[in-house]
T-cell receptor
């Protein structure tokens, strides 16, 4: 069964304290992995797509990496405005389209 | 891009009433998805349209739910005879045609059943 698991469920950091979020997946025939950021009361905001093992993408203080079984979202020197829920998702391809299977997310709180 | 637009943002209704939500996609996106998200969980897939054709429905979508996308533009999701368990955030996402293109989400409609 296709599955995405994120850890930790919640993470509290001090401003400037770097850390990593984990996303592990089991899916037949990975066709990419997506990271999203979600603020309270808002829809998920697209951050990154990773297509193959070894690939890395960066945006400001965020860097996403991908292996054959998991992905990491590294947050370097976070600021309070990085506080959000971070979701990862994998596409399950059927009939030429992809529906996304999401993890439950990691709720990140960055305190000054 | 003008983003995905959803209306209303919030809907409060009594159990047993019918509700309808609307999604306006990014203009050049031909693929449209509906998801449902409950507190503390990631979004769950409900249904998918390519242009005006509804190509997939999740088992989560009972016969009280119906979705349409006339003319391949905006989409509506209707829930008939609402139940307490229908309380959730209903999210619409759209994407370009290629399979590995990212889906872009609207800010959802939060449904509360009294």
């Amino acid at each position: 069964e296709d599955q995405v698991t994120q850890s930790p469920e919640a993470l509290r950091l001090q401003e400037g304290e770097s850390s990593s979020l984990n996303c592990s997946y089991t899916v037949s025939g990975l066709r990419g992995l997506f990271w999203y950021r979600q603020d309270p009361g808002k829809g998920p905001e697209f951050l990154f797509t990773l297509y193959s093992a070894g690939e890395e993408k960066e945006k400001e203080r965020l860097k996403a990496t991908l292996t054959k079984k998991e992905s990491f979202l590294h947050i370097t020197a976070p600021k309070p405005e990085d506080s959000a829920t971070y979701l990862c998702a994998v596409p399950v391809v059927s009939g030429g389209y992809n529906k996304l299977i999401f993890g439950a997310g990691t709720r990140l709180a960055v305190h000054p | 891009d003008t983003g995905v637009s959803q209306d209303p943002r919030h809907k409060i209704t009594k159990r047993g009433q019918n509700v309808t939500f609307r999604c306006d996609p990014i203009s050049e996106h031909n693929r449209l998805y509906w998801y449902r998200q409950t507190l503390g969980q990631g979004p769950e897939f409900l249904t998918y349209f390519q242009n005006e054709a509804q190509l997939e429905k999740s088992r989560l979508l009972s016969d009280r739910f119906s979705a349409e996308r006339p003319k391949g533009s905006f989409s509506t999701l209707e829930i008939q005879r609402t139940e307490q368990g229908d309380s959730a955030m209903y999210l619409c996402a759209t994407s370009r045609g290629a399979v590995n293109q990212p889906q872009h989400f609207g800010d959802g409609t939060r449904l509360s059943i009294l």
